[in-house]
Protein backbone atom coordinates (compact mmCIF):
# COMPACT_ATOMS: atom_id res chain seq x y z
CA UNK A 1 0.00 0.00 0.00
CA UNK A 2 1.18 3.12 -0.85
CA UNK A 3 2.15 5.98 1.94
CA UNK A 4 -1.37 7.57 2.51
CA UNK A 5 0.00 10.52 5.10
CA UNK A 6 0.92 13.86 4.56
CA UNK A 7 -1.48 15.89 2.36
CA UNK A 8 -4.11 15.01 0.11
CA UNK A 9 -5.99 17.56 -2.01
CA UNK A 10 -9.19 16.98 -2.20
CA UNK A 11 -9.71 18.36 -6.00
CA UNK A 12 -12.38 20.48 -7.69
CA UNK A 13 -13.83 19.55 -11.11
CA UNK A 14 -13.62 22.23 -13.29
CA UNK A 15 -16.54 22.98 -15.74
CA UNK A 16 -16.96 25.02 -19.02
CA UNK A 17 -20.62 24.82 -20.62
CA UNK A 18 -21.64 22.35 -18.13
CA UNK A 19 -18.91 19.55 -19.04
CA UNK A 20 -15.93 18.56 -17.56
CA UNK A 21 -13.03 20.91 -18.36
CA UNK A 22 -10.05 18.45 -18.63
CA UNK A 23 -7.67 21.20 -20.21
CA UNK A 24 -7.94 22.67 -16.89
CA UNK A 25 -8.09 20.41 -14.35
CA UNK A 26 -4.53 19.01 -16.25
CA UNK A 27 -3.19 22.50 -15.30
CA UNK A 28 -4.65 21.97 -11.80
CA UNK A 29 -2.60 19.14 -11.04
CA UNK A 30 0.19 20.31 -13.03
CA UNK A 31 0.27 23.29 -10.55
CA UNK A 32 -0.35 21.16 -7.48
CA UNK A 33 2.55 19.22 -8.00
CA UNK A 34 5.29 21.65 -9.39
CA UNK A 35 4.25 22.75 -5.73
CA UNK A 36 5.27 19.44 -4.42
CA UNK A 37 1.63 17.71 -3.81
CA UNK A 38 1.64 14.19 -4.82
CA UNK A 39 -1.74 12.96 -3.26
CA UNK A 40 -4.57 13.53 -4.38
CA UNK A 41 -8.60 12.69 -3.63
CA UNK A 42 -10.28 12.01 -7.05
CA UNK A 43 -14.66 12.41 -6.78
CA UNK A 44 -14.81 13.57 -3.56
CA UNK A 45 -17.49 15.89 -2.29
CA UNK A 46 -15.32 19.12 -3.05
CA UNK A 47 -15.34 17.20 -6.66
CA UNK A 48 -18.74 17.69 -6.45
CA UNK A 49 -19.27 13.94 -6.69
CA UNK A 50 -23.27 13.47 -6.68
CA UNK A 51 -23.48 14.87 -9.79
CA UNK A 52 -20.55 13.42 -11.82
CA UNK A 53 -21.24 9.99 -14.04
CA UNK A 54 -19.15 7.34 -13.79
CA UNK A 55 -17.44 7.83 -17.24
CA UNK A 56 -16.48 11.52 -16.39
CA UNK A 57 -15.16 9.61 -13.18
CA UNK A 58 -12.94 7.57 -15.10
CA UNK A 59 -11.84 10.25 -17.53
CA UNK A 60 -10.72 12.60 -14.34
CA UNK A 61 -9.10 9.82 -12.89
CA UNK A 62 -7.31 8.99 -15.71
CA UNK A 63 -6.17 12.70 -16.62
CA UNK A 64 -4.90 12.63 -12.91
CA UNK A 65 -2.72 9.13 -13.15
CA UNK A 66 -1.48 10.87 -16.65
CA UNK A 67 -0.02 14.06 -14.99
CA UNK A 68 1.44 13.01 -11.75
CA UNK A 69 2.31 9.08 -12.36
CA UNK A 70 2.76 5.72 -10.67
CA UNK A 71 4.85 7.50 -7.92
CA UNK A 72 1.73 9.28 -7.39
CA UNK A 73 -1.35 8.38 -4.57
CA UNK A 74 -4.74 8.58 -5.67
CA UNK A 75 -7.69 8.25 -3.96
CA UNK A 76 -11.40 7.85 -5.47
CA UNK A 77 -14.56 8.59 -3.30
CA UNK A 78 -17.18 5.83 -3.80
CA UNK A 79 -19.23 6.95 -0.95
CA UNK A 80 -22.64 7.31 -1.15
CA UNK A 81 -26.20 6.59 0.80
CA UNK A 82 -26.62 3.48 -0.96
CA UNK A 83 -24.72 0.32 0.08
CA UNK A 84 -24.71 -1.50 -2.83
CA UNK A 85 -23.90 1.91 -5.04
CA UNK A 86 -20.97 1.96 -2.63
CA UNK A 87 -19.85 -1.62 -3.22
CA UNK A 88 -19.79 -1.33 -6.50
CA UNK A 89 -18.11 1.84 -7.05
CA UNK A 90 -15.29 0.59 -5.05
CA UNK A 91 -15.15 -2.15 -7.06
CA UNK A 92 -15.06 -0.07 -10.08
CA UNK A 93 -11.95 1.92 -8.33
CA UNK A 94 -10.16 -0.69 -7.67
CA UNK A 95 -10.46 -2.17 -11.36
CA UNK A 96 -9.69 1.58 -12.11
CA UNK A 97 -6.05 1.27 -10.66
CA UNK A 98 -7.11 3.47 -7.45
CA UNK A 99 -4.60 3.43 -4.55
CA UNK A 100 -7.73 3.75 -2.49
CA UNK A 101 -10.82 4.67 -1.89
CA UNK A 102 -13.21 7.57 0.25
CA UNK A 103 -16.04 6.57 1.94
CA UNK A 104 -18.37 9.06 3.65
CA UNK A 105 -21.02 8.62 6.08
CA UNK A 106 -24.35 7.56 4.41
CA UNK A 107 -25.86 11.06 4.50
CA UNK A 108 -29.67 11.32 4.47
CA UNK A 109 -30.95 7.73 5.81
CA UNK A 110 -29.89 8.41 9.50
CA UNK A 111 -28.82 5.29 9.86
CA UNK A 112 -28.13 3.06 13.21
CA UNK A 113 -24.53 2.23 14.23
CA UNK A 114 -25.17 -1.23 13.22
CA UNK A 115 -26.44 0.35 9.86
CA UNK A 116 -23.24 2.26 9.13
CA UNK A 117 -21.42 -0.70 10.67
CA UNK A 118 -22.58 -2.86 8.11
CA UNK A 119 -22.26 -0.40 5.62
CA UNK A 120 -18.79 -0.08 5.85
CA UNK A 121 -18.25 -3.89 6.24
CA UNK A 122 -19.90 -4.32 3.08
CA UNK A 123 -17.48 -2.07 1.03
CA UNK A 124 -14.44 -3.27 3.12
CA UNK A 125 -15.63 -6.43 2.23
CA UNK A 126 -15.88 -6.40 -1.52
CA UNK A 127 -12.27 -6.35 -2.30
CA UNK A 128 -8.86 -5.81 -1.03
CA UNK A 129 -8.55 -1.77 -2.02
CA UNK A 130 -7.78 -0.04 1.18
CA UNK A 131 -10.24 1.77 2.78
CA UNK A 132 -10.22 5.51 4.68
CA UNK A 133 -13.73 6.10 6.40
CA UNK A 134 -15.11 9.36 5.92
CA UNK A 135 -16.38 11.66 8.90
CA UNK A 136 -17.81 15.19 8.25
CA UNK A 137 -21.23 15.41 10.09
CA UNK A 138 -21.38 18.63 8.92
CA UNK A 139 -22.44 17.63 5.55
CA UNK A 140 -23.79 14.28 6.87
CA UNK A 141 -25.92 14.83 9.54
CA UNK A 142 -25.01 11.69 10.93
CA UNK A 143 -21.28 11.19 12.07
CA UNK A 144 -19.21 7.48 12.83
CA UNK A 145 -19.43 7.33 16.59
CA UNK A 146 -15.53 6.81 17.68
CA UNK A 147 -16.07 3.20 19.25
CA UNK A 148 -17.35 2.01 15.66
CA UNK A 149 -14.34 3.43 14.44
CA UNK A 150 -11.89 1.86 16.54
CA UNK A 151 -13.69 -1.32 15.75
CA UNK A 152 -13.18 -1.26 12.29
CA UNK A 153 -9.96 -0.13 12.24
CA UNK A 154 -9.00 -3.79 13.15
CA UNK A 155 -10.71 -4.69 9.35
CA UNK A 156 -7.21 -5.15 7.86
CA UNK A 157 -8.65 -3.27 4.67
CA UNK A 158 -9.44 -0.30 7.00
CA UNK A 159 -6.85 1.57 7.06
CA UNK A 160 -7.68 4.94 8.00
CA UNK A 161 -10.43 7.89 8.48
CA UNK A 162 -10.59 11.40 7.43
CA UNK A 163 -11.97 12.93 10.48
CA UNK A 164 -13.46 16.32 9.52
CA UNK A 165 -15.23 17.32 12.36
CA UNK A 166 -12.94 19.51 13.74
CA UNK A 167 -12.90 17.98 17.00
CA UNK A 168 -9.10 17.88 18.14
CA UNK A 169 -10.11 15.87 21.53
CA UNK A 170 -12.07 13.34 19.26
CA UNK A 171 -8.98 13.19 17.02
CA UNK A 172 -6.56 12.66 19.70
CA UNK A 173 -8.11 9.67 20.80
CA UNK A 174 -8.49 7.96 17.74
CA UNK A 175 -4.68 8.38 17.40
CA UNK A 176 -4.80 6.91 20.68
CA UNK A 177 -7.11 3.95 20.44
CA UNK A 178 -6.50 2.93 16.87
CA UNK A 179 -3.00 2.45 16.59
CA UNK A 180 -0.02 3.79 14.93
CA UNK A 181 -0.61 2.00 11.86
CA UNK A 182 -3.91 3.37 11.54
CA UNK A 183 -4.50 6.85 9.43
CA UNK A 184 -6.34 9.83 11.39
CA UNK A 185 -6.06 12.22 8.91
CA UNK A 186 -7.71 15.49 9.31
CA UNK A 187 -10.56 16.67 6.54
CA UNK A 188 -10.49 20.12 8.53
CA UNK A 189 -8.42 23.05 7.00
CA UNK A 190 -8.72 24.99 10.21
CA UNK A 191 -7.37 22.40 12.73
CA UNK A 192 -5.52 20.05 10.58
CA UNK A 193 -2.30 21.42 11.93
CA UNK A 194 -3.08 21.24 15.16
CA UNK A 195 -4.12 17.51 15.17
CA UNK A 196 -0.70 16.73 13.29
CA UNK A 197 1.04 18.37 16.28
CA UNK A 198 -1.01 15.46 17.96
CA UNK A 199 -0.11 12.68 15.78
CA UNK A 200 -2.45 12.77 12.95
CA UNK A 201 -1.45 11.89 9.85
CA UNK A 202 -1.91 14.73 7.45
CA UNK A 203 -4.85 16.37 5.81
CA UNK A 204 -7.24 15.84 2.72
CA UNK A 205 -7.54 19.38 2.30
CA UNK A 206 -9.17 22.11 0.08
CA UNK A 207 -7.02 25.29 0.60
CA UNK A 208 -4.14 23.16 -0.48
CA UNK A 209 -5.24 23.95 -3.90
CA UNK A 210 -4.50 27.66 -3.32
CA UNK A 211 -1.80 26.99 -1.09
CA UNK A 212 0.10 23.80 -2.20
CA UNK A 213 3.35 24.84 -1.00
CA UNK A 214 3.03 25.73 2.25
CA UNK A 215 0.25 23.28 3.10
CA UNK A 216 2.78 21.21 2.69
CA UNK A 217 5.53 23.02 5.04
CA UNK A 218 2.84 23.45 7.41
CA UNK A 219 2.14 19.85 7.83
CA UNK A 220 5.59 18.31 7.45
CA UNK A 221 6.74 20.59 10.48
CA UNK A 222 3.59 20.29 12.63
CA UNK A 223 4.17 16.25 12.23
CA UNK A 224 7.57 17.28 13.53
CA UNK A 225 6.50 19.01 16.66
CA UNK A 226 7.10 22.93 15.44
CA UNK A 227 5.45 25.26 17.43
CA UNK A 228 5.97 28.21 14.99
CA UNK A 229 3.52 27.14 12.33
CA UNK A 230 0.43 28.03 14.47
CA UNK A 231 2.23 31.48 13.82
CA UNK A 232 3.03 30.97 10.49
CA UNK A 233 -0.87 29.74 9.78
CA UNK A 234 -2.57 32.86 11.59
CA UNK A 235 -1.28 34.78 8.89
CA UNK A 236 -3.65 33.22 6.43
CA UNK A 237 -6.67 32.18 8.58
CA UNK A 238 -8.60 34.86 7.38
CA UNK A 239 -8.25 33.68 3.37
CA UNK A 240 -9.27 30.32 4.83
CA UNK A 241 -12.19 31.37 6.36
CA UNK A 242 -13.45 33.00 3.32
CA UNK A 243 -12.70 29.98 1.64
CA UNK A 244 -15.32 28.37 3.60
CA UNK A 245 -18.03 31.63 3.26
CA UNK A 246 -20.08 29.73 1.29
CA UNK A 247 -20.50 26.16 0.86
CA UNK A 248 -17.42 24.27 -0.46
CA UNK A 249 -16.58 24.08 -3.25
CA UNK A 250 -17.93 27.42 -4.30
CA UNK A 251 -15.40 29.67 -3.22
CA UNK A 252 -11.91 27.53 -3.98
CA UNK A 253 -13.60 27.18 -7.13
CA UNK A 254 -13.40 31.52 -7.80
CA UNK A 255 -9.75 31.28 -5.73
CA UNK A 256 -8.53 29.28 -8.88
CA UNK A 257 -10.39 31.49 -11.63
CA UNK A 258 -8.79 34.56 -10.57
CA UNK A 259 -5.50 32.74 -10.35
CA UNK A 260 -6.13 32.05 -13.82
CA UNK A 261 -5.41 28.09 -12.87
CA UNK A 262 -9.23 26.94 -14.27
CA UNK A 263 -11.33 28.84 -16.70
CA UNK A 264 -14.09 29.02 -15.40
CA UNK A 265 -15.82 29.38 -11.71
CA UNK A 266 -18.74 27.52 -12.66
CA UNK A 267 -20.61 24.55 -10.74
CA UNK A 268 -23.48 21.97 -11.22
CA UNK A 269 -26.58 22.65 -10.20
CA UNK A 270 -27.54 22.45 -6.88
CA UNK A 271 -24.16 24.14 -6.84
CA UNK A 272 -24.33 27.74 -7.81
CA UNK A 273 -21.56 30.48 -8.64
CA UNK A 274 -19.84 32.54 -5.42
CA UNK A 275 -21.95 35.26 -4.53
CA UNK A 276 -21.05 38.91 -5.48
CA UNK A 277 -20.18 39.48 -1.76
CA UNK A 278 -18.32 36.55 -1.50
CA UNK A 279 -16.36 36.89 -4.13
CA UNK A 280 -15.13 40.51 -3.06
CA UNK A 281 -14.10 39.52 0.65
CA UNK A 282 -12.35 36.42 -1.61
CA UNK A 283 -10.92 38.45 -3.62
CA UNK A 284 -9.08 40.96 -0.86
CA UNK A 285 -7.83 38.12 0.84
CA UNK A 286 -5.69 37.29 -2.05
CA UNK A 287 -4.67 40.27 -2.99
CA UNK A 288 -3.54 40.71 0.58
CA UNK A 289 -0.91 37.63 0.04
CA UNK A 290 -0.19 38.81 -2.98
CA UNK A 291 -1.64 35.29 -4.58
CA UNK A 292 -3.34 37.43 -7.43
Known amino acids: MKSFDGVFTALITPFEHGEVDLDSFRRLVR?????????FVINGTTAESPTLT?????????????????EGVLIVGTGSNNTKNTVEATLRARDLGADGALVVCPYYNKPTVEGLRQHFLAAANSSDLPIVLYNVPGRTITKIPSQLIVELSSHKNIVGVKEASGNIARG?????????????TSGDDGTCFELASKGGSGVISVMSHILPSETVEWMQRSREGDPSVTGDFEAYRSLV????????????????????????????????????????????????????
Not at 172 to 184: M, N, P, Q, R, T
Not at 246 to 256: R, S
Not at 269 to 286: C, F, H, I, R, W
Open 241 to 292: EALYCEPNPIPVKMALYLMNIIKTPDLRLPMVQMSAEGTSLLKQNMQQLELI
Open 31 to 39: HQVNAGTQK
Open 54 to 70: WSEVVRIFEAARDEVGD
Open 172 to 184: EGLIKACGKDFIV
